[in-house]
């Protein structure tokens, strides 16, 4: 059983395009986050979210916007691609203050 | 705003070796964990500590929350341990995610 899933895997675009990832989780947990990897390798947190709060790290554009149609899933979405958001998406769960569980990422790539 | 700093950013090391890979974050957090990232890409949680030491296998984790640092250690060190090891901090209870290092790159030669 996979506790934490995205789709695609692999997601390659036109810049201006609308894209949406999908995250699941299956462990119970309250709390989700979409975290982003770079080109070069690093992590930074993009949002988190309970059933209460959304919690939205200052420097992401508000091209992307995360939804959550229950507690299970947290998707993200992105407008109008730009070339800078080829990246790798990683979503994660945990109960709040806990370990966090990471999804197998979504590799973006923007043409 | 915390920051996480890890050292050696690359690390390459014979098979048995013991391995020391640290770091250090500039404010106050809730708690300090270790990740590891395959070569695959895939990012799994070691540990998450927010004091004293912790032991799973041949990899043991300790922070030092006066001086604001950690240590990951592995012991025996094997190929299969091969992968990046990042530190990452979260502060507030959690809620508002991790605050990543930059990685440690750890190559264990046969």
């Known amino acids: 059983d996979t506790a934490v899933s995205q789709t695609p895997k692999y997601l390659v675009t036109q810049m201006g395009n609308d894209k949406s990832i999908k995250c699941e989780q299956n462990?119970?947990?309250?709390?989700m986050y979409w975290y982003k990897q770079d080109s070069k390798k690093f992590l930074k947190i993009m949002f988190s979210?309970?059933?209460?709060?959304?919690?939205i790290n200052e420097t992401v554009p508000n091209r992307f916007s995360p939804k959550s149609p229950d507690k299970a899933h947290l998707n993200l979405h992105i407008n109008s691609l730009e070339l800078g958001d080829s990246a790798v998406y990683f979503c994660?769960?945990?109960?709040?203050?806990?370990?966090?569980?990471f999804g197998p990422g979504t590799r973006l790539t923007v043409l | 705003k915390n920051e996480v700093e890890q050292s050696p950013q690359n690390l390459t090391a014979q098979e048995g070796e013991f391995i020391t890979i640290n770091c250090s974050y500039s404010?106050?957090?809730?708690?300090l964990h270790w990740l590891q990232q395959h070569p695959g890409g895939g990012i799994v949680s070691l540990f998450m500590?927010?004091?004293g030491k912790k032991k799973h296998g041949r990899l043991i984790a300790t922070i030092n929350i006066q001086e604001k640092h950690s240590s990951l250690h592995i012991t025996a060190s094997h190929p299969r341990d091969s992968a990046v090891y990042i530190c990452?901090?979260?502060?507030?209870?959690?809620?508002?995610?991790?605050?990543f290092g930059k990685g440690t790159h750890l190559i264990i030669q046969p």
């Open positions: 994660a769960s945990s109960p709040q203050g806990y370990e966090q569980f």
């Open positions: 462990l119970g947990h309250d709390t």
């Open positions: 979210y309970n059933n209460k709060e959304l919690i």
């Open positions: 404010v106050g957090i809730s708690a």
């Open positions: 500590l927010s004091s």
């Open positions: 990452a901090v979260s502060s507030g209870g959690g809620a508002d995610g991790l605050t």
